[in-house]
């Protein structure tokens, strides 16, 4: 089942943010992951939520996604994107 991995975004250090965007794709992309969202328009409907970045990546199972946001590929990149900016992540089982 495909899982997804959500995650709003709000940077604070757009150069720091810049080099997390060219190292993190190539370790979704190692993951069996492709990015669904990435940026873009927010439109804000319902219940006070008006986020400024979305992202959205999707794997092929909730388990591969854990693999990958744990992964030492990762590690560098989400160092960097912690200290870029703040963010809320969740990952969530598809239909």
Do not use: C
């Amino acid at each position: 089942m495909a899982a997804y991995l959500i995650a709003e975004v709000e940077i604070t250090d757009p150069k720091a943010y810049e080099e997390y965007r060219q190292i993190a794709p190539a370790t979704i992309a190692q993951y069996g992951g492709r990015y669904v969202v990435r940026g873009g328009a927010v439109e804000a409907k319902e219940g006070g939520w008006a986020p400024s970045r979305m992202v959205v990546v999707e794997f092929a199972s909730l388990d591969q996604a854990r693999k990958w946001y744990h992964s030492p590929e990762y590690a560098p990149a989400l160092a960097i994107r912690t200290r870029a900016g703040n963010s809320k992540v969740i990952l969530v089982e598809g239909v």
